[in-house]
C-alpha cells in the first residue's frame, strides 16, 4: 500500500503517460510510440467482449513485442494504403484509475478514452476501456501491457488502421 | 438507372471484357442480386463444428436476414430465420449458445429448435389455428459439404453437389490438410464492415494482379515470399471453375520449391507433432505431397473464400454496406499448426489487419470512384487472350490475370437473366 503522498506523485506520472502516449497516437508519430513499449510489451485489442482468450480466439489486435515492430515499421512505409493519407485523430482520455499492483511489480492502470477519427471512408467514433501494465525502465514508464477494449467489439467494425 | 434491368438487358451491362459502374452501385441491381443471388443460388452460411453438441445454435446470415443455425435433439441441423410467425419480432438475441427452445419476448410464443412452434402464450385465443403452420420460417434447402452448410431459399434447382462443380475438390484438398481428414471452425470471428459493394471484395479474392501494389507495404517489411507468388515471372495460376467459383492456384510455385510448409513460411521441424500425425495419416509420400501443395486458395460462389489459412464469409448487408466475417481456418487434430493459424490470422486480416485493412481501403475507394459516371465500364480484358484450359476443361491464366473475374461476371448474368 502506497502513502497517500507517493500514490499521488504516482498517479500524476501515469497519468502524464497516458497523455503523452495519446498523443503519439493522435500525431502519428509512430517510433516514439513504439519506444514507450518494454521489450515484453503486448498489445492487445479483443473481438467479442472482453474475456475472450486471446491463445484460443481471434483478437482484432494481439501483437507481440516483434509484431508491434512490424505494425510500425509497415506505417512507416508510406504506403500502408488505408493510413495514406493518415486518419485525422483526437482522442480524450479519462476516468485515469491506479488499480491494484501486479504481483511482479508493474503498475496497475485504467482509463477510458473516445477516439474521434476522420478517414478518406467518412468520421467515425470509437469508445474503449483501456487496461495497461505500466513499468518503470531506466527511471522511465513504459508499456508492458496495453489492453484496448472497444465497447462495441461484438459489431463488425470498419478499419481500424491507426494505433488505439 | 434506379430501375432493375430486364433479362434481356443484362447483357448490355456485362460483356465478355468489361462490365457497367452501375452493376456496383445501382440500388435496384442489389435488390435483383438479393432475389436471383441470395434468395435463390447455394449460400454458404456456417460450418457443423461451430454447433458439436446437441442443442448448440449460432447466429449466422444470407444476406441482411438473421438466421439461427442449430443442431437439434436428434442431431440434425437446422437454419432457420430469426422472425417470430406471430409479429416478426427475433426470436434470438444472442450470438450462440445452447437451448432447447427460442421463446420470443413479445407475447412468450415459443418454438423448439427444429422450427416447430410448441407453444403460445393464453391459448385460448387460439382455438381451431393449426401450430404446425406457425412454425419459424427456415431456409428451404439445407446441405452439407465435408462440414461447410450451405442454405438455398430455393425449392429446386441444383444440387449443392452440382453447384460446387469442380470447386467441391478444392474444400477436399482443404480437409487433406488435417491428419483427421476435418476441418474445425472454432477460433471465433473478426467482422471487418466496408462502405463498399460486396462485389468488390468477391472479385478481389482471387485478383493476383492486386498483391504485390496493396500489400507491397507489408512485404516489403515482413520479408515476406508471398510477393513473389504474385510476380510477373510466377507459374501460378488463375482458374475459372463455372458457377461461379474462382482459384488461385499456387501450387506450381510451391512444387518447384518442393518443401513441406514452405507454403506457410515455415518447415516440417518446427512443426514435428503435425508431421508426425500427418505421415501416420497419409503415409510418407503422399503427406509430403499435401505439405508441400498447401491449402486452397478459393472463391466459392458468392461468399465463402477459403484463403489458404483463413476462411472469409462475405455478407451485403447493403448496395454500399459489406462484412467480412472472418476466422482462422483450423484443422483436426493439429494443435501445433493451428496455432501458428490463428496468430497469423489475427496479424492478417480483420479490422486491423496487416494486408486486409488495405484491401478494404480499395474496396471503399473503387466503390466511391464508380460513382463517376465516366468512363462507365469496369475494364477486365487483362490476360484475355492467353486464356487456356486445363487438363479437366476448366478455364485457366497467369496468376495476375482477370479470369477469375471473368468467371464471376458470366455466372452473375446467367443467374440475372433466369429470372
Given at each position: 500500500m502506497l502513502s497517500r503522498e507517493s500514490s499521488a506523485t504516482l498517479m500524476s506520472a501515469v497519468t502524464a503517460f497516458v497523455y503523452k502516449e495519446a498523443r503519439f497516437q493522435d500525431e502519428h508519430q509512430y517510433e516514439a510510440w513504439e519506444a514507450l513499449w518494454t521489450d515484453d510489451g503486448v498489445y492487445w485489442v479483443p473481438a467479442n467482449g472482453s474475456d475472450i482468450d486471446p491463445e484460443k480466439e481471434m483478437s482484432i489486435i494481439y501483437d507481440n513485442r516483434s509484431r508491434i515492430s512490424l505494425r510500425?515499421?509497415?506505417?512507416?512505409?508510406?504506403?500502408?494504403?488505408?493510413?495514406?493519407p493518415q486518419s485525422r485523430l483526437r482522442r480524450l482520455v479519462s476516468n485515469i484509475e491506479l488499480l491494484d499492483e501486479q504481483q511482479d511489480g508493474d503498475i496497475s492502470v485504467a482509463s477510458n478514452s473516445?477516439?474521434?477519427?476522420?478517414?478518406?471512408?467518412?468520421?467515425?467514433?470509437?469508445?474503449?476501456?483501456?487496461?495497461?501494465?505500466?513499468?518503470?525502465?531506466?527511471?522511465e514508464l513504459r508499456m508492458a501491457y496495453k489492453k484496448v477494449t472497444l465497447v462495441n467489439n461484438e459489431k463488425a467494425l470498419f478499419t481500424l488502421s491507426f494505433l488505439i | 438507372m434506379n430501375v432493375v434491368p430486364r433479362a434481356s438487358q443484362w447483357g448490355e451491362l456485362i460483356r465478355p471484357d468489361r462490365v457497367h459502374g452501375s452493376l456496383y452501385s445501382d440500388p435496384a441491381v442489389f435488390e435483383a442480386e438479393l432475389q436471383n443471388i441470395w434468395y435463390r443460388t447455394w449460400v454458404y452460411v456456417g460450418h457443423e463444428s461451430e454447433v458439436p453438441k446437441a442443442n448448440d445454435y449460432v447466429v449466422k446470415s444470407i444476406g441482411p436476414q438473421s438466421v439461427i443455425m442449430t443442431r437439434d435433439e436428434q442431431g440434425k441441423v437446422n437454419l432457420l430465420l430469426n422472425r417470430c410467425s406471430h409479429r416478426g419480432n427475433q426470436v434470438c438475441?444472442?450470438?450462440?449458445?445452447?437451448?432447447?427452445?427460442?421463446?420470443?419476448?413479445?407475447?412468450?410464443?415459443?418454438?423448439?429448435n427444429d422450427g416447430r412452434l410448441v407453444g403460445y402464450a393464453f391459448p385460448d385465443g387460439y382455438e381451431g389455428q393449426d401450430k404446425s403452420k406457425l412454425a419459424l420460417g427456415r431456409v428451404t434447402r439445407v446441405q452439407s459439404y465435408r462440414g461447410f452448410v450451405f442454405g438455398s431459399f430455393a425449392a429446386e434447382g441444383p444440387t449443392l453437389q452440382e453447384h460446387l462443380g469442380g470447386a467441391a475438390e478444392t474444400i477436399d484438398r482443404l480437409c487433406r490438410f488435417s491428419p483427421e481428414g476435418e476441418v474445425e471452425v472454432t477460433a471465433g470471428f473478426l467482422k471487418h464492415r466496408v462502405k463498399a459493394n460486396w462485389k468488390f471484395i468477391l472479385e478481389n479474392e482471387c485478383d493476383g494482379y492486386h498483391p504485390a501494389f496493396v500489400h507491397s507495404s507489408i512485404f516489403g517489411v515482413a520479408d515476406s515470399a508471398i510477393g513473389k507468388l504474385y510476380g510477373?515471372?510466377?507459374?501460378?495460376?488463375?482458374?475459372?471453375?463455372?458457377?461461379?467459383?474462382?482459384?488461385?492456384?499456387?501450387?506450381?510455385?510451391?512444387?518447384?520449391?518442393?518443401?513441406?510448409?514452405?507454403?506457410?513460411?515455415?518447415?516440417?521441424?518446427?512443426?514435428?507433432?503435425?508431421?508426425?500425425?500427418?505421415?501416420?495419416?497419409?503415409?510418407?509420400?503422399?503427406?509430403?505431397?499435401?505439405?508441400?501443395?498447401?491449402?486452397?486458395?478459393?472463391?466459392?460462389?458468392?461468399?465463402?473464400?477459403?484463403?489458404?489459412?483463413?476462411?472469409?464469409?462475405?455478407?451485403?448487408?447493403?448496395?454500399?454496406?459489406?462484412?467480412?466475417?472472418?476466422?482462422?481456418?483450423?484443422?483436426?487434430?493439429?494443435?501445433?499448426?493451428?496455432?501458428?493459424?490463428?496468430?497469423?490470422?489475427?496479424?492478417?486480416?480483420?479490422?486491423?489487419?496487416?494486408?486486409?485493412?488495405?484491401?478494404?481501403?480499395?474496396?471503399?475507394?473503387?466503390?466511391?470512384?464508380?460513382?463517376?459516371?465516366?468512363?462507365?465500364?469496369?475494364?477486365?480484358?487483362?490476360?484475355?487472350?492467353?486464356?487456356?484450359?486445363?487438363?479437366?476443361?476448366?478455364?485457366?491464366?497467369?496468376?495476375?490475370?482477370?479470369?477469375?473475374?471473368?468467371?464471376?461476371?458470366?455466372?452473375?448474368?446467367?443467374?440475372?437473366?433466369?429470372?
Open positions: 510500425v515499421k509497415q506505417l512507416l512505409t508510406g504506403k500502408r494504403h488505408t493510413q495514406t473516445l477516439v474521434f477519427e476522420s478517414s478518406l471512408r467518412d468520421d467515425t467514433i470509437w469508445a474503449a476501456r483501456n487496461e495497461y501494465r505500466l513499468r518503470y525502465v531506466d527511471g | 438475441s444472442y450470438d450462440k449458445g445452447n437451448a432447447r427452445s427460442f421463446t420470443c419476448p413479445f407475447h412468450s410464443w415459443t418454438f423448439a510477373g515471372a510466377s507459374t501460378a495460376l488463375t482458374r475459372d471453375y463455372g458457377n461461379g467459383h474462382t482459384e488461385i492456384d499456387l501450387r506450381p510455385e510451391f512444387r518447384k520449391r518442393d518443401a513441406p510448409m514452405s507454403w506457410f513460411g515455415t518447415t516440417e521441424e518446427r512443426l514435428p507433432d503435425y508431421t508426425t500425425r500427418m505421415k501416420a495419416a497419409y503415409g510418407e509420400q503422399q503427406a509430403r505431397e499435401i505439405m508441400i501443395d498447401g491449402t486452397p486458395h478459393v472463391m466459392i460462389f458468392p461468399n465463402l473464400f477459403i484463403a489458404e489459412i483463413q476462411m472469409f464469409v462475405i455478407q451485403p448487408l447493403a448496395v454500399d454496406d459489406s462484412v467480412q466475417h472472418v476466422t482462422a481456418l483450423q484443422f483436426k487434430g493439429a494443435p501445433d499448426l493451428n496455432r501458428r493459424l490463428r496468430q497469423q490470422t489475427m496479424g492478417s486480416v480483420g479490422p486491423a489487419g496487416l494486408l486486409l485493412a488495405d484491401d478494404s481501403e480499395m474496396y471503399e475507394r473503387c466503390h466511391r470512384g464508380v460513382l463517376s459516371r465516366n468512363p462507365e465500364w469496369i475494364f477486365l480484358a487483362r490476360g484475355e487472350k492467353r486464356e487456356r484450359r486445363d487438363e479437366l476443361g476448366f478455364r485457366i491464366g497467369h496468376v495476375t490475370d482477370e479470369i477469375p473475374s471473368r468467371g464471376i461476371w458470366r455466372h452473375y448474368r446467367s443467374l440475372m437473366e433466369a429470372a
